[in-house]
Protein backbone atom coordinates (compact mmCIF):
# COMPACT_ATOMS: atom_id res chain seq x y z
CA UNK A 1 0.00 0.00 0.00
CA UNK A 2 2.07 3.02 -1.19
CA UNK A 3 0.70 6.27 -0.08
CA UNK A 4 2.17 10.07 0.07
CA UNK A 5 0.92 12.78 1.90
CA UNK A 6 0.98 16.48 1.04
CA UNK A 7 0.10 19.05 3.32
CA UNK A 8 0.33 23.10 3.27
CA UNK A 9 -1.70 26.09 4.09
CA UNK A 10 -4.90 24.55 1.88
CA UNK A 11 -4.74 22.13 4.43
CA UNK A 12 -4.95 24.21 7.57
CA UNK A 13 -2.06 22.27 9.25
CA UNK A 14 0.73 24.47 8.19
CA UNK A 15 2.23 27.85 6.66
CA UNK A 16 5.43 25.94 5.74
CA UNK A 17 5.18 24.81 1.98
CA UNK A 18 4.38 21.50 0.46
CA UNK A 19 6.45 18.30 1.76
CA UNK A 20 5.56 14.89 0.56
CA UNK A 21 5.80 11.59 2.68
CA UNK A 22 6.10 8.54 0.35
CA UNK A 23 5.91 5.38 2.24
CA UNK A 24 5.06 1.82 1.02
CA UNK A 25 3.03 0.42 4.61
CA UNK A 26 1.63 -3.40 4.60
CA UNK A 27 -1.68 -2.97 4.13
CA UNK A 28 -2.63 -6.07 7.22
CA UNK A 29 -1.00 -7.45 10.06
CA UNK A 30 -1.89 -10.39 12.41
CA UNK A 31 0.11 -12.13 15.07
CA UNK A 32 2.01 -14.02 12.32
CA UNK A 33 3.54 -10.84 10.83
CA UNK A 34 5.00 -10.31 14.39
CA UNK A 35 6.66 -14.11 14.31
CA UNK A 36 8.00 -13.87 10.92
CA UNK A 37 9.19 -10.15 11.11
CA UNK A 38 7.30 -8.97 8.16
CA UNK A 39 8.31 -5.50 7.71
CA UNK A 40 5.50 -2.74 8.52
CA UNK A 41 7.03 -0.21 6.19
CA UNK A 42 8.82 -1.15 2.82
CA UNK A 43 10.06 1.83 2.13
CA UNK A 44 9.45 5.72 2.77
CA UNK A 45 11.00 8.64 1.26
CA UNK A 46 10.60 12.37 2.24
CA UNK A 47 9.80 14.27 -1.13
CA UNK A 48 10.72 18.19 -1.18
CA UNK A 49 9.55 19.66 -4.44
CA UNK A 50 9.70 23.02 -3.38
CA UNK A 51 12.60 25.29 -3.63
CA UNK A 52 12.90 26.00 -0.02
CA UNK A 53 15.12 23.73 2.25
CA UNK A 54 14.54 22.40 5.94
CA UNK A 55 16.14 21.85 8.76
CA UNK A 56 16.11 20.01 12.00
CA UNK A 57 13.04 17.77 10.78
CA UNK A 58 10.88 14.54 12.93
CA UNK A 59 9.34 12.58 11.23
CA UNK A 60 6.84 10.43 13.50
CA UNK A 61 5.60 7.28 13.62
CA UNK A 62 2.26 6.34 15.93
CA UNK A 63 -0.77 3.82 15.48
CA UNK A 64 -4.20 4.03 16.80
CA UNK A 65 -4.93 1.32 18.51
CA UNK A 66 -1.07 0.59 19.70
CA UNK A 67 -0.12 -2.19 17.82
CA UNK A 68 3.35 -1.13 16.91
CA UNK A 69 5.85 0.68 19.12
CA UNK A 70 6.09 4.28 18.03
CA UNK A 71 9.46 5.81 16.39
CA UNK A 72 11.00 8.84 15.34
CA UNK A 73 13.76 10.16 13.26
CA UNK A 74 15.54 12.85 12.79
CA UNK A 75 16.78 14.59 9.81
CA UNK A 76 19.04 17.17 9.90
CA UNK A 77 18.26 18.88 6.68
CA UNK A 78 15.72 18.30 3.65
CA UNK A 79 17.46 19.91 0.67
CA UNK A 80 14.99 22.18 -1.74
CA UNK A 81 14.04 19.83 -4.86
CA UNK A 82 15.13 16.44 -3.16
CA UNK A 83 13.91 13.42 -2.64
CA UNK A 84 15.35 12.00 0.65
CA UNK A 85 14.71 7.98 1.32
CA UNK A 86 14.93 6.49 4.73
CA UNK A 87 17.40 3.62 5.38
CA UNK A 88 16.15 2.88 9.12
CA UNK A 89 12.74 0.97 8.42
CA UNK A 90 12.88 -1.17 11.70
CA UNK A 91 9.44 -0.90 13.26
CA UNK A 92 8.40 -2.79 15.97
CA UNK A 93 4.98 -4.64 16.26
CA UNK A 94 3.73 -5.02 19.55
CA UNK A 95 3.29 -8.62 19.93
CA UNK A 96 0.75 -9.06 22.76
CA UNK A 97 -2.00 -6.83 21.10
CA UNK A 98 -1.78 -8.61 18.28
CA UNK A 99 -1.74 -11.73 20.42
CA UNK A 100 -4.76 -10.81 22.08
CA UNK A 101 -7.04 -10.13 18.69
CA UNK A 102 -10.24 -12.54 18.79
CA UNK A 103 -11.31 -10.53 15.90
CA UNK A 104 -10.53 -8.23 13.15
CA UNK A 105 -10.49 -4.35 13.27
CA UNK A 106 -9.71 -1.22 11.74
CA UNK A 107 -6.44 0.50 12.63
CA UNK A 108 -4.36 3.15 11.29
CA UNK A 109 -0.78 4.94 11.15
CA UNK A 110 0.09 8.24 11.38
CA UNK A 111 3.05 9.44 9.81
CA UNK A 112 3.87 12.95 10.53
CA UNK A 113 6.58 15.62 9.64
CA UNK A 114 7.52 18.83 11.65
CA UNK A 115 10.16 21.36 11.65
CA UNK A 116 10.51 24.19 14.53
CA UNK A 117 6.86 23.38 15.72
CA UNK A 118 5.27 23.62 12.44
CA UNK A 119 3.43 20.72 10.63
CA UNK A 120 4.92 20.12 6.87
CA UNK A 121 3.25 17.16 6.14
CA UNK A 122 0.62 14.54 7.80
CA UNK A 123 -0.33 11.03 6.78
CA UNK A 124 -3.22 8.59 7.94
CA UNK A 125 -3.00 5.05 6.57
CA UNK A 126 -5.64 2.77 7.03
CA UNK A 127 -4.83 -0.90 8.15
CA UNK A 128 -6.59 -4.28 9.29
CA UNK A 129 -5.35 -5.31 12.46
CA UNK A 130 -6.53 -9.71 12.17
CA UNK A 131 -7.31 -12.24 14.45
CA UNK A 132 -4.68 -14.05 16.12
CA UNK A 133 -5.64 -17.46 13.99
CA UNK A 134 -6.84 -15.17 10.99
CA UNK A 135 -4.73 -15.04 7.42
CA UNK A 136 -5.07 -12.26 5.72
CA UNK A 137 -5.31 -13.67 1.87
CA UNK A 138 -2.67 -13.73 -1.12
CA UNK A 139 -3.09 -9.84 -1.95
CA UNK A 140 -2.27 -9.16 1.63
CA UNK A 141 -0.10 -12.11 3.31
CA UNK A 142 0.35 -14.92 0.88
CA UNK A 143 3.72 -15.50 2.85
CA UNK A 144 2.26 -16.02 6.08
CA UNK A 145 0.14 -18.71 4.52
CA UNK A 146 3.01 -20.98 5.98
CA UNK A 147 2.92 -20.00 9.19
CA UNK A 148 -0.53 -21.56 9.68
CA UNK A 149 1.29 -24.81 8.79
CA UNK A 150 1.50 -26.50 12.35
CA UNK A 151 3.30 -30.05 13.12
CA UNK A 152 3.61 -29.86 16.62
CA UNK A 153 0.08 -29.03 17.31
CA UNK A 154 -0.83 -31.63 20.00
CA UNK A 155 -3.41 -32.99 17.44
CA UNK A 156 -0.88 -33.79 14.49
CA UNK A 157 0.62 -36.78 16.91
CA UNK A 158 -2.69 -38.94 17.18
CA UNK A 159 -2.77 -38.46 13.22
CA UNK A 160 0.60 -39.65 12.94
CA UNK A 161 0.11 -42.68 14.87
CA UNK A 162 -3.28 -43.34 12.93
CA UNK A 163 -0.98 -43.64 10.03
CA UNK A 164 2.06 -45.86 11.38
CA UNK A 165 -0.94 -48.12 12.40
CA UNK A 166 -2.58 -48.17 8.68
CA UNK A 167 1.05 -48.64 7.49
CA UNK A 168 1.57 -51.83 9.74
CA UNK A 169 -2.01 -53.31 9.35
CA UNK A 170 -1.42 -53.50 5.52
CA UNK A 171 2.31 -55.29 5.67
CA UNK A 172 4.40 -51.98 5.56
CA UNK A 173 6.78 -50.93 8.13
CA UNK A 174 5.18 -48.20 10.17
CA UNK A 175 8.03 -45.73 10.93
CA UNK A 176 7.40 -42.66 9.47
CA UNK A 177 10.82 -41.62 7.65
CA UNK A 178 10.19 -39.34 5.45
CA UNK A 179 12.41 -39.37 2.52
CA UNK A 180 15.23 -41.40 4.11
CA UNK A 181 14.67 -44.65 1.98
CA UNK A 182 14.71 -42.57 -1.30
CA UNK A 183 12.24 -44.31 -2.67
CA UNK A 184 9.59 -42.21 -4.59
CA UNK A 185 6.90 -45.05 -3.56
CA UNK A 186 7.37 -45.21 -0.46
CA UNK A 187 6.85 -40.77 0.29
CA UNK A 188 3.72 -41.84 -1.38
CA UNK A 189 2.69 -44.38 0.93
CA UNK A 190 3.39 -42.38 3.74
CA UNK A 191 1.20 -39.46 2.15
CA UNK A 192 -1.66 -42.03 1.32
CA UNK A 193 -1.52 -43.37 4.83
CA UNK A 194 -1.72 -40.14 6.34
CA UNK A 195 -4.29 -39.22 4.18
CA UNK A 196 -6.67 -42.32 5.16
CA UNK A 197 -6.01 -41.12 8.77
CA UNK A 198 -7.51 -37.44 7.98
CA UNK A 199 -10.28 -39.49 6.63
CA UNK A 200 -11.06 -41.78 9.54
CA UNK A 201 -11.86 -38.26 11.68
CA UNK A 202 -15.23 -38.09 9.45
CA UNK A 203 -14.86 -34.43 8.92
CA UNK A 204 -17.83 -31.92 8.20
CA UNK A 205 -17.08 -29.74 5.50
CA UNK A 206 -17.91 -26.25 6.66
CA UNK A 207 -18.63 -23.51 3.90
CA UNK A 208 -15.08 -20.94 3.58
CA UNK A 209 -16.10 -16.96 3.19
CA UNK A 210 -16.52 -15.69 -0.08
CA UNK A 211 -13.40 -14.80 -2.09
CA UNK A 212 -11.28 -16.13 1.24
CA UNK A 213 -8.02 -16.99 -1.16
CA UNK A 214 -7.72 -13.32 -1.84
CA UNK A 215 -9.40 -12.02 1.14
CA UNK A 216 -8.60 -14.85 3.92
CA UNK A 217 -10.26 -16.11 6.32
CA UNK A 218 -9.89 -17.64 10.09
CA UNK A 219 -7.96 -20.85 10.65
CA UNK A 220 -8.93 -23.62 12.34
CA UNK A 221 -5.69 -25.19 14.23
CA UNK A 222 -5.50 -28.97 14.02
CA UNK A 223 -6.64 -29.47 17.55
CA UNK A 224 -9.99 -27.56 16.83
CA UNK A 225 -10.56 -29.68 13.76
CA UNK A 226 -9.98 -32.32 15.38
CA UNK A 227 -12.16 -31.60 18.35
CA UNK A 228 -15.09 -30.07 16.27
CA UNK A 229 -14.88 -32.11 12.88
CA UNK A 230 -15.09 -29.01 11.18
CA UNK A 231 -13.05 -27.50 8.67
CA UNK A 232 -13.44 -25.72 5.13
CA UNK A 233 -11.03 -27.00 2.33
CA UNK A 234 -7.94 -24.26 3.32
CA UNK A 235 -8.88 -25.69 6.89
CA UNK A 236 -7.98 -29.37 5.60
CA UNK A 237 -4.77 -28.46 3.09
CA UNK A 238 -3.42 -27.47 6.11
CA UNK A 239 -4.19 -29.75 8.88
CA UNK A 240 -2.94 -32.04 6.29
CA UNK A 241 0.02 -30.21 5.21
CA UNK A 242 0.70 -30.04 9.34
CA UNK A 243 1.03 -33.76 9.05
CA UNK A 244 3.32 -34.43 6.02
CA UNK A 245 5.57 -32.32 7.27
CA UNK A 246 5.94 -33.77 10.76
CA UNK A 247 6.74 -36.91 8.75
CA UNK A 248 9.75 -35.62 7.00
CA UNK A 249 7.74 -35.19 3.86
CA UNK A 250 7.77 -31.49 1.91
CA UNK A 251 4.24 -30.06 1.08
CA UNK A 252 2.63 -27.63 -0.95
CA UNK A 253 -0.42 -25.84 -0.81
CA UNK A 254 -1.84 -24.95 -3.17
CA UNK A 255 -4.50 -22.31 -4.09
CA UNK A 256 -7.29 -21.78 -6.40
CA UNK A 257 -10.22 -19.42 -7.06
CA UNK A 258 -12.49 -20.68 -4.72
CA UNK A 259 -10.54 -23.61 -3.18
CA UNK A 260 -7.16 -24.88 -1.55
CA UNK A 261 -5.77 -28.41 -1.72
CA UNK A 262 -2.15 -30.00 -0.82
CA UNK A 263 0.42 -31.66 -2.50
CA UNK A 264 3.33 -33.69 -1.60
CA UNK A 265 6.99 -33.55 -3.19
CA UNK A 266 7.29 -37.56 -4.04
CA UNK A 267 11.27 -36.74 -3.84
CA UNK A 268 13.13 -34.31 -1.35
CA UNK A 269 13.03 -31.27 -3.21
CA UNK A 270 11.63 -27.75 -2.19
CA UNK A 271 10.43 -24.91 -4.43
CA UNK A 272 13.13 -22.47 -5.19
CA UNK A 273 11.10 -19.65 -3.24
CA UNK A 274 7.93 -19.66 -0.77
CA UNK A 275 5.25 -18.17 -3.55
CA UNK A 276 5.58 -19.75 -6.88
CA UNK A 277 2.66 -18.12 -9.24
CA UNK A 278 1.36 -20.70 -11.85
CA UNK A 279 2.09 -19.56 -14.91
Known amino acids: METSSETGDAAGISAAPVIEVVADIAASFTYASF ?5 VIRS ?8 QGFEKCTLELTSNPPFLRAKSWTIDRIVAGDRLPLSD ?8 YLAGLNEAERGEITLRLTSGGAVLAEQ ?18 AQLLAAFVMPNDPAI ?12 AHGHPSSLDGYQSGNPQRAFMLAAAIYSAIAGLSLHY ?13 IRRPSIITA ?5 CLDTSLLFASALEATGLHPVVLM ?24
Open 35 to 39: QNAIP
Open 44 to 51: IALNNPTQ
Open 89 to 96: RKIDLDAG
Open 124 to 141: RVAVRLLARDEWGGVVDM
Open 157 to 168: AGLLRSAAELLA
Open 206 to 218: AEPPASFESRGQK
Open 228 to 232: EKLAT
Open 256 to 279: FQGHAAVGVWMTQRTLANAIELDA
